[in-house]
């Protein structure tokens, strides 16, 4: 075959892509640099025009186009001025090809020669001609390079002779933008599907956390402690009466006075040694007491005078001061969820407000022209049957839902649904995370140049769910349209998700044994409604209709059941609201 010289032009500015050095980006394990030289390799002479790389080897030349970005017709001059060989082909590619082969190039070269075109530029799949993946006659390349006034800033098509030809060849898609990168790392290196606790774990440790702000505690269930709480007073204030009987001072028998310590009323007068008082519950108890009586430890008599019944035990029925929590002790630290349990201890030491993550508010996506949630259906179409559920199950995850909308199959729908983010902490889209002709989320959170978390889950159902983080910080929980599948993976990925959110402390797991586990288990892991047994433990449904909630009703909540597990195995259990 004739000998052929290459030209790669590994320089420009990349402006579609932000000005990275776009040559270096990595596609498949190798960068694009290192894919079009590797589609040179059989040439005499490579020269790589653009920035000096040191990391090439010294038989590939080098040179820089004058000015530096002045185009790759003024790059391609330079190449060939560095070249200073005779060979009669040259090769001349951009390295933005991740896909290019040695093949193409060899295909190229073979037309070249058996045409004998001046050149002959290879077309993508759609039949457009890609001047940039062509093999030129050295002197038509010279000789058009000669016809110009300035090499500066010049299109390609300036250069391309009459006499030139097109080939259709695959694998010449170049990537321009940055949706065209990830499109390109997508097609060679799909992200494998998750095992279910990589991906919880990948959601608490790598989705930004909500901004910090102070709340009244009672006003944000659902929330997380973002600094520890501290107690802002003692508990108790003071010394109070921990059960209804009598204050006493000293030894007895006592002498009874007429006056009574309610709680919240006026404070007894201090006692004097021998005397007593009635005293309530939770009363603040007089100065000079040394005890409290209970009620069912004493005798009273008609003279007033109060004793100890014979053989009752010794106790201190007093809550002193501080003895609970003194002002600067940890009340829950860092992270804790606020609780109805977290609410009133915080209020038992004067604290009502607190620094907080949260709570998470989200936006139902329902999706698909099929779907009617109001009204009578119309040829075609099914009744919403997870929307009007999708918030009471949200709640019980912590995540409060500022609104449900329906989105129906069009082009740019989820553009703008994403678009309109910022309005949420958490979109849960339902429907359109498939390969199907209307499921468009997975296209459509590419185009917004979304960090994708978990691409896929190894899990049925739900192995289509997708979770990813747009630029705005806002999360998007993309779940199966399928309704079953939806309502599990939700409530598999939710707790994890308002984790990683709020920065929440991770829930304790319900585990227990599944007495039928291997009539379910397969190859991967399932979810399936389960019952409590009487023994302990739960027992599975071998059988589920994944396209309703009607296997839920009279379940107690739902397995997750590891792939292969035996009778008897350890499962998750993920209870429903009732």
């Known amino acids: 075959m004739t000998a052929a010289d290459a030209i790669v032009l590994a ?5 579609r892509m932000g000005g990275v050095d776009k040559p270096a980006i990595v596609i498949g394990g190798r960068s694009m640099l290192d894919a079009a030289l590797a589609a040179v390799s059989s040439c005499a002479h490579t020269v790589v ?11 590939i030349k080098q040179a820089r186009e004058v000015p530096p970005g002045s185009g790759p017709v003024a790059a391609i001059g330079a190449g ?10 040259l090769v001349v590619l951009a390295a933005d090809l991740p896909f290019l082969s040695d093949w193409s190039v060899t295909e190229l070269i073979r037309h070249a020669c058996e045409s004998g075109a001046e050149a002959v530029f290879a077309a993508d799949e759609s039949g457009r001609p890609q001047y940039l993946i062509g093999v030129w ?10 016809g110009l006034d300035s090499l500066i800033n010049q299109p390609m098509k300036a250069l391309i002779p009459a006499d030139s030809a097109i080939i259709a060849l695959p694998g010449v898609a170049d990537c321009d933008t940055d949706e065209e990168v990830r499109q390109a790392r997508a097609s060679v290196d799909p992200a494998p599907p998750l095992p279910l606790d990589e991906a919880r774990n990948i959601l608490r440790d790598n989705l930004s956390r909500l901004t910090t702000y102070t709340a009244d505690l009672a006003s944000v269930r659902g929330a997380a402690l973002a600094a520890p709480l501290t107690a802002g007073g003692p508990l108790p204030r003071f010394d109070v009466s921990a059960m209804d009987g009598y204050a006493v001072a000293g030894d007895g028998p006592w002498r009874l006075r007429r006056d009574i310590g309610f709680a919240g009323g006026q404070r007894p007068v201090g006692l004097l040694s021998g005397e007593a008082v009635r005293i309530a519950t939770g009363a603040h108890v007089p100065d000079g007491t040394t005890s409290v009586l209970r009620d069912e430890f004493v005798r009273v008599t008609a003279e007033d ?24 002790d940890l009340v829950a630290p860092q992270g804790t969820p606020v609780t109805a349990a977290l609410i009133s201890a915080a209020a038992s030491v004067e604290v009502t407000a607190a620094p907080v993550r949260g709570p998470v508010r989200a936006r139902i996506v329902m999706t698909g022209d099929e779907i009617r949630s109001e009204g009578p259906l119309h040829a075609g179409q099914t009744r919403d049957s997870i929307g009007p559920i999708l918030p009471e199950l949200l709640s019980l995850c912590g995540i409060r839902t500022a609104d449900r909308v329906h989105l129906r199959d069009t082009p740019n729908g989820f553009d703008q649904v994403l678009a309109a983010a910022p309005e949420c902490d958490l979109l849960v889209i339902v429907g359109a995370t498939g390969g199907g002709a209307a499921d468009q989320l997975r296209a459509a959170v590419d185009r917004s140049r ?16 997708i979770v990813a983080e747009l630029t705005t910080g806002t999360t998007v929980l993309g779940l199966p349209g399928n309704p079953f599948a939806a309502v599990a993976t939700l409530l598999a990925l939710a707790p994890a998700l308002v984790e990683g959110r709020t920065g929440c402390a991770p829930r304790r797991s319900l585990l227990g044994p599944l007495h039928n586990a291997s009539e379910i288990a397969g190859p991967v892991a399932r979810i399936v409604p389960a019952r409590f047994a009487e023994a302990g433990g739960w027992v599975g449904d071998p059988h589920i209709r994944t396209a309703h909630l009607g296997g839920l009703v009279d379940r107690d909540g739902l397995v997750i059941v590891p792939a292969d597990a035996a009778d008897g195995a350890t499962v998750e259990f993920l209870p429903l609201p009732r």
Do not use: F, M, N, Y
Request: glycine share 10%; hydrophobic share 35%; proline share 12%.
């Open 80 to 89: 060939l001025h560095a070249l200073g060989s005779a060979a009669p082909l």
């Open 305 to 328: 005078s109060l004793h100890r019944l014979p053989d009752t035990p010794i106790r201190d029925d007093v809550r002193r001061r501080g003895e609970d929590r003194q002002p600067g």
């Open 450 to 465: 979304a960090r994708v978390l978990v691409r896929r889950l190894r899990l049925r159902p739900g192995g289509s769910t």
């Open 137 to 146: 006659r050295r002197t038509a390349l010279a000789a058009a390079l000669d």
């Open 11 to 15: 320089g420009g500015r990349a402006s």
């Open 49 to 59: 025009v653009g920035p000096h790389r040191p990391e090439l080897p010294p038989e």
